[in-house]
């Protein structure tokens, strides 16, 4: 009897959705904001023939592993058509600067993002869950000094 091939392949972001739907590969393991536009393409073109699964079994390993960076969520089932809600790993969205980035300036741009959140929140959905009370949450990466600084500022504001 053959041995079924294993086969690994990492497509380019770009074209994440493309190469399933292409038949290429069986399974795609993806992260990324909801909804994103590869998955919605998958679930739209191939609708019935694509089903989201619970990975969370996994999420105790990874947490001891890598600490609180992983914690569990759930995808709505409305995002891509699923039957149900279905469980899910979930990293949070940081903005990342180099060791030494200049704290006026990560000050600047922290405090620019909740200023205009409104206005982020038109060209990305994902906009409306910056939330300040959770903006500290960055383990295990420190935050930058001028961006604490602008943190506690517009914390003490609000």
């Keep these: 009897m053959a041995t079924p091939t294993r086969h690994s392949e990492k497509p ?3 074209r994440g959705g493309g190469v399933t739907k292409d038949s290429t590969l069986d399974a795609l393991f993806w992260s990324g ?22 990975v969370t079994p996994q999420l105790p390993a990874l947490v001891k592993k890598y600490g609180d960076v992983y914690q569990k969520g759930s995808i709505p089932a409305d995002v891509y058509s699923q039957p149900k809600d279905v469980p899910t790993i979930v990293v949070s969205n940081v903005l990342l600067v180099r060791k030494g980035f200049d704290p006026e300036l990560a000050a600047k741009i922290v405090k620019l993002i909740f200023e205009k959140r409104s206005e982020l929140e038109k060209v990305n959905a994902a906009a409306t869950e910056i939330e300040l009370d959770q903006a500290q949450d960055v383990a295990p990466v420190p935050l930058n000094s001028g961006a604490e600084k602008a943190l506690k500022e517009l914390a003490e504001k609000s």
């Design 12 to 14: 380019p972001r770009s």
């Design 33 to 54: 904001g909801l909804p994103s536009g590869g998955i919605t393409d998958l679930t739209t073109s191939l609708k019935d023939d694509v089903r989201l699964i619970d």
